[in-house]
């Protein structure tokens, strides 16, 4: 192995560091985005119904009670 793949090496490594780096985490932004959506302008959630304060809602949607309902 030379200089090019070492080069070619290092560029594959770079390219997934920054991929790991933009990509983020998609399905947390997911999550955040239905609560928004379900939130009521006074930081309380609605969602089924019921009134909940953000954390609830969070902690419901940790347990999978949380369906993509959107108000």
Do not use: C, P, W
Not at 9 to 23: G, K, M
Not at 42 to 53: L, Q, S, V
């Amino acid at each position: 192995m030379g200089f090019e793949g070492f080069l070619g090496i290092l560029a594959v490594i770079v390219l997934f560091v920054l991929n790991a780096i933009f990509s983020g985490d998609g399905a947390g932004s997911k999550e955040n985005e239905q609560l928004d959506k379900l939130d009521d302008g006074m930081g309380n959630i609605i969602a089924d119904g019921e009134h909940m304060t953000r954390q609830e809602a969070e902690d419901a949607q940790a347990r999978g009670e949380l369906y993509d309902t959107y108000y």
